[in-house]
């Protein structure tokens, strides 16, 4: 289902292109996994689940300079953009997720009628590490660029470039390792979407009229000709790991979750 390395760069190329960005927000819609409460105050809805991610921002010191960009372009979408337009995501808990697995009502669900589910999950993704680890596993770092911004339809993001065609095909390799797997299959779990690599800024608060479109449009542009100017910024991916979150703030894992190591830091 995932798409061919060229086919996955020329696509992210395109989506991160500013003359997209028009017809982009033509189509966003409000997001539940963040509101404010009557104080004002953003809170995170509760939206439990499981997923394969990198280690989060908090516990990655690796790519302390990485994230603090991103998180720098954050705080200026913030105060640029109108009130209320994103959602912030805490930049402690940025990641990059490497496979969707489970969440919301499905996740609920499948625990009331399974209560071994989650152990059952976690033994599973371990296999599923296993057999990747066993065929076409390269033990090196993988390395994505910061590419540009794309609005996506409840949530923006920073979009992340492949260095390397190998970068891209070890993510690829893990998620058919886990997909395949029938025996998680039939946990419940399926793959929903393509692979697209990012990290996710914010999510929609409201919906915009055309001149506060057109506004939003100004600013993300100005920001990605920037990106275009500097210096590359690069995420080196050392690990894979099965996390747990409650919501989009918490992504936490016990000593026994498997993880997979691409390389040493």
């Not at 292109?17 to 539940?32: D, G, R, V």
Request: aromatic share 12%; proline share 6%; glycine share 4%.
């Amino acid at each position: 289902m995932d798409e061919a390395y060229q086919t996955y760069v020329e696509q992210v190329a395109r989506l991160t292109q500013p003359a997209l960005y028009p017809t982009q927000l033509k189509n966003i819609q409000e997001s539940p996994k963040f509101q404010r409460d009557e104080q004002g105050k953003v809170q995170a809805q509760s939206f439990p689940g499981y997923s394969v991610i990198t280690p989060p921002y908090a516990e990655d010191p690796a790519n302390e300079g990485f994230y603090h960009h991103i998180a720098q372009t954050q705080k200026r979408l913030l105060s640029q953009l109108p009130q209320d337009f994103i959602l912030p995501v805490p930049p402690a808990s940025f990641h990059v997720t490497l496979a969707d697995l489970i969440w919301g009502d499905d996740f609920q669900a499948v625990v009331r009628q399974n209560p071994d589910f989650e152990t059952q999950l976690k033994h599973q993704i371990g296999l599923s590490f296993e057999e990747y680890q066993q065929h076409k596993y390269i033990a090196k770092p993988l390395h994505w660029q910061l590419v540009g911004l794309i609005i996506r339809p409840r949530a923006i993001v920073v979009g992340l470039l492949p260095k390397d065609e190998n970068s891209y095909e070890q993510v690829i390799q893990l998620r058919r390792a886990i997909y395949q797997n029938k025996a998680l299959l039939s946990l419940g779990l399926e793959q929903h979407y393509h692979f697209l690599a990012h990290v996710t800024l914010g999510y929609f608060g409201k919906v915009l009229d055309e001149s506060e479109q057109n506004e939003v449009c100004s600013t993300l542009t100005a920001i990605s000709d920037q990106w275009l100017e500097a210096d590359p910024k690069f995420l080196t991916i050392y690990r894979a790991e099965l996390r747990k979150f409650s919501d989009m703030t918490s992504f936490t894992r016990d000593a026994d979750f498997p993880a997979v190591t691409f390389g040493e830091q």
